[in-house]
């Protein structure tokens, strides 16, 4: 019974990434038609962003109410409503419209399902859920790609994602028995009670501060390197267009076969310990995009490596949560990291590209090893902290 509910939560994570590339693969063939500048996608980004936020910050109080099954069958059933509304969308406005249930799903469904296998499976299971969400991110641009292409409609790319994700809320709210059996049982070998904080309750924890900062710079990091490693390839390396373009996508598959290959040591070695090897993997990348080299070689292969180095750390930092701070207060702590992940992932690559703009893109490394920074010694400092708390 809880090998299908596993799998059930392994089809939610693909669920979670195939929508999320649609808009930047369709974009340039419905900006023309819905009459927009190309740069309103922003803006339908923006929204479904903010959504999101708001969504993951109210997350422990809706899952408190709820339980995790219904908030989760519930939250795909918003994001398919909302790709079918982008579907028949004839207007820029309908697109924003949408936007927002879009934002509200994902938050909610990301916050809960990341605390329920945080909670009831092994390290392994978070690293391999999160490389299934890069496995459905990468299906996305596929599924557009083959709409534009075959049947030259982008309505129909994004019919086909939100029939997916219809299937799958129909089979979570079957599924919804079975979700409540293992949060009964879950219940009943604990003397703690999930918690329902407040935010600046949940900042006044030791360690959660440091925890999300760390996770703020990990996803600006990650977000960064991958929107501009192309332009910095092509305007600063001098490296032509195709080949900074298959090598960029290679960070992300670094990242999704990473993580595959994480979740066969996760266990043995511990989350704290992955995420410094993967620190350290990320530095020898940086280290490597840094090298004034005349050969491209090493700035591509550094890309793959920080790619690589990425795997690790958002999924373990995730299943660490209830050691850190007790499973009483992990859903409180998760849905507000949901949040500054957003926020990193949202607002950093655009400001690097004002930046890129107003100096010069060659500042690209430089930027990206701030945020490296700004983890190694927020993660240090969160451990000791812990230690320290452990020990006394």
């Not at 600046?200 to 925890?211: C, D, P």
């Not at 001098?238 to 992300?252: H, K, P, Q, T």
Request: glycine share 8%; charged share 10%; proline share 4%.
């Amino acid at each position: 019974m809880y090998s299908l509910l596993l799998a059930l939560i392994y089809l939610a994570f693909i669920s979670l990434g195939l929508p999320d590339a649609l808009l930047g693969s369709a974009w340039p063939v419905m900006y023309p038609v819905l009459n927009v500048p190309v740069s309103y996608a922003g803006m339908v980004v923006m929204i479904i962003a903010g959504c999101t936020i708001i969504s993951s910050l109210n997350a422990n109080r809706v899952i408190s109410r709820f339980g995790t099954g219904l908030v989760t069958a519930v939250s795909v059933l918003m994001t398919a409503v909302a790709l079918f509304g982008f579907s028949l969308a004839s207007a820029f406005w309908m697109l924003c419209l949408w936007a927002v249930p879009y934002g509200l799903g994902a938050g909610a469904v990301d916050a809960a399902l990341n605390n329920f296998v945080a909670l009831h499976y092994a390290s392994k299971h978070m690293s391999w859920l999160h490389c299934f969400w890069g496995v459905g991110a990468s299906i996305g641009p596929y599924i557009m790609g083959y709409s534009l292409t075959v049947k030259n409609s982008w309505e129909r790319g994004y019919t086909t994602v939100g029939i997916f994700q219809m299937i799958l809320a129909v089979i979570l709210i079957f599924s919804l028995p079975v979700w409540h059996k293992k949060e009964q049982l879950k219940r009943e070998s604990q003397t703690v009670t999930p918690k329902h904080l407040r935010i600046y309750e949940v900042l006044r924890i030791k360690g959660v501060k440091q925890v999300l900062l760390a996770f703020f710079a990990y996803c600006a990091l990650e977000a960064t390197t991958g929107l501009w490693a192309s332009s910095y390839l092509v305007l600063h390396r001098g490296i032509e267009v195709e080949v900074a373009a298959r090598w960029a996508s290679l960070f992300y598959l670094g990242i999704t076969f990473g993580r595959f290959l994480n979740g066969f040591v996760a266990d043995r070695l511990g989350n704290r310990n992955m995420i410094r090897f993967g620190l350290t993997i990320i530095t020898v990348g940086l280290l490597a995009v840094i090298l004034p080299v005349q050969i491209g070689f090493v700035t591509l292969v550094g890309l793959v490596l920080i790619g690589l180095g990425c795997a690790p750390i958002y999924p373990c930092i995730i299943h660490e949560t209830p050691r850190n701070f007790g499973p009483e207060n992990s859903q409180a702590i998760i849905g507000i990291q949901m949040a500054s992940a957003y926020t990193g992932s949202t607002l950093m690559p655009p400001i690097f590209g004002l930046l890129a703009k107003l100096v010069t893109i060659a500042l690209y490394p430089v930027y990206l090893s701030l945020f490296l920074v700004l983890m190694l010694v927020m993660t240090e400092r969160h451990n000791r902290l812990i230690v320290s708390r452990e020990r006394g």
